[in-house]
Every structure is written in structure tokens, then in C-alpha cells.
């Protein structure tokens, strides 16, 4: 069964012969499920109840035995007490609902758990995480051989960046035991089971190698490179030879030419 609440708080303070603390609290509840819906509203003075609106009866009650001119004017103000008695049976109801509707996809939101298996080293305990996962409500249990485990050491409850939470529950045990018998951490939340059985596949440590790497991948573009390198020289020295075939000689400089450029140089 689910219910939805709606409060709303005033506190508001006077000095009276030194500080005083004069609060109003009022708000409505509504059960989705049956219907069945409640509301309130109440004074308090300095911390302790002093009037309350009792809306059977549509009247101004006291914890108080002591009678007070409050109360009674408090009473004799008929319409304001019509007034409150609407808003909260009506008014505030139907806000309430309103909100409600409006922040449904939010409530009913549901976001499976990612669980792990995380060791710092071999010798250190390990830890069954748990997170990205909403409603927060979660029951995490390690198992050996089927029975459920005491000797384990459940962490808090932490938030997430994006609204969903976290939690890690440790398990206290030697890598023998573990690697004889079967463990396994089990989540169950929102109706759903999830298991995660122990075994060293299954295991995220800290020292965990790099993955090695592919030669082929550095090898393979070297090939190709120089093999380029080699079309290109062949197809220059066959270019190069049909041109001597074909009675190409290259140009030389002239003495002339020879002897300004040399005298250009010197001067220079």
C-alpha cells in the first residue's frame, strides 16, 4: 500500500518579554490505493501543540486544560474555520493529486542495478558493488553454497550523480574458500533477482594488466608504406631508363654560363 503526503510548514517568531517560537503547520494526505484521505492543522508555541482544528467536529481544540482567549476567538471566527475545513478536505487534496500526476514518470521510475565483483588484490576481500539503480530500496545478500552468509560487512547507502544510488557489501573470506565453494552475491530490487557468481573470471582487480598488444596492427601499415616507397622507386628508374632509351641527355651549362655563376659566387 502507498500513500502520498503533502505538508506544508509556517514558522513564524515573536519576542514576547524575551524570543518565543509561534508555529503553523498544516497539510493533507491521500492514500492512491483506497481513497481514504486525512488532514490537519495546528498551532504550536515555543515547541509545544496549543491549537488544533479538529474538522469533525469544526472546532478549535486544546491539549492545553487550561482555557484561553485564543481558542475561544479562534471559535467564534465561523467562517475562517469553514474556510480551512474546505481547503484541506478539497482544495489540498486536489492539489495534492495534481502534483502527483505531474511528477509520476519521476515516482514510478525504475533503473535496474549494475552489479560487480571487486578485488584491490589477491589477498584483499571481496567486494560485491552495486549501483545505478533506483528506487533506492535493496536487499543484497552474499551466498555460500546456497546459505546465506553472516560474516559480511554491508556498506552505506551513497548517491550518484544522476539520482540513482550505490551500495557495496563485502565479503570476509579466504581466496581458498571461495575457489572450493560456490559464493554468490544476490540483489534482489523492485521484483527482480540478480546474481552474480564468485569466480576469478567474474573478479575486477587492480592488477589487471593492460591488454597486449596487437602487432599486427603496427606491422601491417609499415608494410604498406614501404611497399609504396618501393612501387615509387621502381616506377621512377623505369620512367628514368625509357628516357635514356629514347636518347635524352640532359642539358649542361654553357662555359659562359659556368664562368658568371662562378664569378657571382666570388663577388658575393
Known amino acids: 500500500m502507498r500513500s502520498s503526503v503533502l505538508l506544508l510548514l509556517v514558522g513564524i517568531s515573536h519576542a514576547f ?3 518565543h517560537t509561534y508555529q503553523i503547520t498544516y497539510g493533507c494526505e491521500w492514500n492512491d490505493e483506497t481513497g481514504k484521505t486525512n488532514a490537519f492543522r495546528q498551532h504550536g508555541y515555543d515547541g509545544e501543540d496549543f491549537l488544533l482544528l479538529d474538522l469533525k467536529s469544526d472546532k478549535w481544540i486544546s491539549p492545553i486544560k487550561k482555557e484561553f482567549k485564543a481558542k475561544e476567538r479562534c471559535n467564534n471566527a465561523t467562517i475562517r474555520v469553514a474556510y480551512w475545513k474546505n481547503y484541506l478536505k478539497m482544495d489540498c487534496i486536489e492539489t495534492l493529486k495534481k502534483l502527483l500526476t505531474l511528477g509520476k514518470s519521476s515516482l514510478e ?7 560487480s565483483l571487486l578485488q584491490k588484490n589477491s589477498s584483499s576481500p571481496v567486494l560485491c558493488h552495486i549501483t545505478h539503480f533506483y ?7 552474499w551466498m555460500r553454497n546456497g546459505q546465506e552468509l553472516k560474516n559480511v560487512k554491508v556498506g552505506n547507502l551513497l548517491p550518484n550523480e544522476d539520482g540513482t544510488f550505490q551500495k557495496t557489501v563485502t565479503l570476509q573470506t579466504e581466496a581458498d574458500e571461495w575457489r572450493k565453494n560456490e559464493f554468490s552475491c544476490v540483489v534482489k530490487h523492485q521484483s527482480k533477482t ?5 569466480t ?3 573478479i575486477r582487480t587492480n592488477n589487471e594488466t593492460s591488454a597486449p598488444v596487437d602487432m599486427t596492427v603496427v606491422v601491417v601499415p609499415v608494410v604498406i608504406l614501404l611497399s609504396l616507397l618501393l612501387i615509387i622507386a621502381v616506377i621512377g628508374y623505369l620512367v628514368y631508363q625509357r628516357k635514356l632509351k629514347s636518347g635524352y641527355v640532359p642539358a649542361k651549362p654553357s662555359p659562359s654560363e659556368y664562368e658568371s655563376s662562378v664569378q657571382s659566387s666570388t663577388e658575393a
Open 200 to 202: 576469478e573470471k567474474e
Open 194 to 198: 540478480f546474481r552474480k557468481t564468485l
Open 17 to 19: 518579554a524575551g524570543e
Open 109 to 115: 521510475k525504475t533503473v535496474s542495478p549494475q552489479v
Open 135 to 141: 528506487p533506492s530500496n535493496i536487499t543484497i545478500t
